[in-house]
């Protein structure tokens, strides 16, 4: 039987072996009260990687935006988002369910936006316009591809949204990942957020789990915001356990990853009909627009299911690939040689 070479997502990454034996020896208390060892040391330990006082452990990268949200807003606020952010996109209008605040988008390059952008789309002082109160930021950018945003950018606009006294959150689901490709520590980036929520769960190969790290008054809201969504977590500390395996150890070998979807995409930008923009390729994705084999995205990914090659469609013309921890470089070479194999079928 053909090895299914799954490249729908780094989500569908599975625990390692180290992570089930953390997971198996953890120390847990009841987490709300307080007394989770595990999870305790899991926050102070992500709180001091990214550079922040506290930090939260959360279920999911969704919940972690979303209390961030809540924290840093009040009903009827707007914040400013990039047009494609998973905040916008896929959050299931969470920012208005839950926070009770409207969406502003400012269109991005690669998911940069314009800082001139950002600063034009800030409220004045008036009765008629809502407050903006909060700017989110995304680093790595999903909906681009795993494009990084660059540090320039997310300084230009962190500065002038702090003379006015706004909070800027950083969505950094895959912020290790930008890390990775920028060739920096992670605190070069997140020094210009307020919080971030960061995923232990993708790259990182984390069961379950994100983090919220941010200033101290901030996550004593966003902790109270957790327990009204119903995420007040008891003997969680054998998931925590987990995610400290993954910011120990997991967080180094992004890298490999990025240089498996640079393999994957010249591979495959060689077939034709496949078309790739290389300057895209930033990380661990590779967008792969489809128009030229006469198929569009959701055909193309049913035809590669059937030999054993997954991924997502991104838009009608494009899916998405995207490389992690449970493929290696030979199903690199595998998936490119399938995919040929189909197309001249
Ligand atoms: C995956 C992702 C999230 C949400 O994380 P979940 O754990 O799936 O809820 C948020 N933002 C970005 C950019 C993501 O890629």
Redesign the pocket.
């Known amino acids: 039987m053909k090895k299914i070479i799954d490249l729908r997502s780094d989500?569908v990454t599975h625990p390692t072996p180290e992570m089930r034996e953390a997971m198996a020896r953890a120390e847990v208390g009841d987490d709300v009260y307080g007394e989770d060892p595990t999870i305790n040391r899991l926050e102070a330990l992500g709180a001091e990687m990214v550079s922040k006082e506290a930090a939260l452990f959360v279920p999911?990268?969704?919940?972690g935006?979303q209390v961030s949200i809540m924290a840093w807003t009040n009903r009827g606020d707007e914040i400013i988002v990039e047009s494609n952010a998973?905040?916008f996109m896929?959050?299931a209008g969470g920012p208005a369910v839950l926070s009770g605040v409207q969406v502003r988008t400012v269109p991005g390059t690669r998911g940069a936006m314009d800082p001139e952008d950002v600063k034009a789309a800030i409220r004045p002082n008036d009765l008629h316009c809502p407050r903006t109160s909060l700017i989110c930021l995304?680093n790595t950018h999903?909906r681009s591809g795993g494009c990084v945003v660059p540090l320039e950018n997310m300084k230009a606009i962190y500065g002038p949204a702090k003379e006015q006294g706004l909070a800027v959150h950083l969505?950094g689901?895959?912020v290790f990942n930008a890390a990775a490709a920028l060739g920096v520590d992670v605190r070069q980036i997140t020094q210009y957020t307020d919080s971030v929520?960061f995923?232990l769960?993708?790259g990182l190969c984390a069961p379950v789990g994100?983090l919220v790290a941010g200033p101290e008054d901030f996550i004593d809201k966003a902790r109270k915001a957790r327990k009204i969504l119903g995420g007040g977590m008891r003997q969680a500390g054998v998931l925590a356990a987990a995610g400290i395996v993954a910011l120990e150890k997991m967080t180094k070998r992004l890298a490999e990853d990025h240089d498996k979807a640079q393999k994957l995409a010249k591979g495959l930008a060689e077939i034709p009909g496949l078309d790739i923009d290389m300057a895209t390729v930033q990380s661990n994705m590779v967008m792969v627009e489809t128009r030229g084999t006469g198929m569009d995205a959701s055909e193309f990914s049913a035809l590669m299911k059937r030999y054993g090659v997954l991924f997502n469609s991104s838009t009608q013309y494009k899916v998405r690939m995207v490389t992690h921890n449970d493929v290696d470089f030979d199903d690199m070479d595998e998936a490119i040689r399938r995919v040929k194999e189909a197309l001249s079928a």
């Open positions: 989500t999911t990268g969704t919940m935006n998973h905040i896929y959050e995304e999903n969505d689901a895959r929520q995923c769960s993708k994100s």
